[in-house]
Every structure is written in C-alpha cells, then in structure tokens.
C-alpha cells in the first residue's frame, strides 16, 4: 500500500516573510527545496487580507510546479466567496480544498455543516469541477454518516479531517487514542461512500505515523505549522524527508 502524498504547507513562512517588507524567506524558494526533498505538492490558503501568501506568490508557484516540478500538485485552501474562486480559476491549482473559514479567523479550526451547508456547497463544487480541479471539503474529524452523505451529494471528490483536535492531544495519550478513533470511523464513511481522505491541522513528525496506521487509505496530508517549525532545526529538506519517513 502506497503512503499517503505529503504536500507542504507554505503560509508560515509566507507569514514570517510579510514581517518586514523584504522577499525573505522566498515562499517559492522554500517551495522548491521542498519539492526538490520529495514533498508530493505545495499548499497555500490565500486569505482576503494576503496576511500570510500574498495573491502575487500564487502564479509563482504555479510556474515553479509547472517548469520544474511538473509531477507535483498545486492545492489552494479557502473559503469559496467570488474573490477565491476567481484566484483558482486564474491559478489553476490541481486541488482545491473549501473551509469554512471567516476571513477574520486566525486559522482553519472546524469542518463544514454538511447538512445545512450542502445546497451552497454544491454550487462551489460544481463551478471548481466545472475548470477541471479536484475538490475536498474541510470536515470535522467525528463527523456522523449523515454529515459525510451529505458531503459526498455535494459531487466533492475527498474530505480533508481536520486534525487540530488529535494534535493537541501531544501529551493525553488516551485522548490521543480517542481522536484516532473518531478520525477512523469518519474516514471509513467516506471510503465506502467513493470519497477519499485527506487530512492537514498540528500534525507533526511525532503524530503522524500513528495517524496513517490509523487511516491506511490515507490519500495526503497538508502540514504547515509543524513541518515549518520542524525547520527551524533540520531544515525544509531536513524536515520533509523527516516527515515522509513518518508517512512510511
């Protein structure tokens, strides 16, 4: 069984270099040492404000994918307004995956209702497939089978669990072992609904190889912060292969 694809998430350091008004750390730069270490793709979630990747970096790195890295994939996070939507269709990500994010929010920190959003959802999902892109849809890692039903009339092609809950359980191993399972049943519905999983929030070299043990048909996860901080060590080679040997 293949492991899951590891993409790196760039807006930590997008948001380090928007410190001073100089183009360092180069968000595409450390895009390509990623990539060039074996990272699979490069995620970015473009936010309204720019306060991290700025709308300026996002064909720069679809040129670095498209000129050197041509077997990788390009995701774009982001709440489906007009203005997002249209950065998609302009940048042309292989992936797209919708949060249901307020533009206010420090970062993503639960899924989607399903249910009661599915009907605005599918209209998104449409469009997105409409241009050719894969969609996945942030969704809570205890979602119930009606939820992931709900999610897969949408016509989305995965869900991506949102892990923030199991990874700040770094020190209550029984509460570990709880989210773990939680993550474990909603994945299984979306598997026997045709969906695959994603999964992307707090997962860490340390976490991460439980959670695909977990969740064998794991398709990839999407690691920012940790993998970011892992840097400040081992630096983006250093810490990609670190992180792809947790995947294995």
Known sequence: MMSAKLSVNLNAVALLRNRRDLPWPTVVGLGRIALEAGAH???????PDERHTRFSDLPEL?????????????????????????????????????????????TSDHGWDFEGQGNFLRDCVQRLKGN???????CDPDASEQAINAAAQTGADRIE?????????????KKEKAALDDMACTAQF???LGLKVNA????????????????????EVSIGHGLTADCLEFGMAGSVKRFLDALA
């Open 62 to 106: 679809r040129a670095l994918i498209d000129d050197d890295f041509p077997q990788a994939e390009f995701n774009m996070e982001g709440f489906p307004e007009e203005g997002f939507l249209q950065l998609c269709e302009l940048n042309q990500p292989e992936q797209v995956t919708l949060v249901p994010d307020d533009p206010t929010q420090a």
């Open 41 to 47: 793709g490069l995620t970015v979630h473009p936010r």
């Open 200 to 219: 992307g929030h707090d997962l860490t070299v340390a976490n991460l190889s439980a959670l695909s043990k977990a969740i064998p048909n794991l398709a």
């Open 161 to 173: 669990l949102y892990t923030g809950p199991y990874g700040s359980c770094y020190d209550a191993p």
């Open 190 to 192: 979306a598997e026997q």
């Open 132 to 138: 050719g892109f894969r969609v996945s849809l942030f």
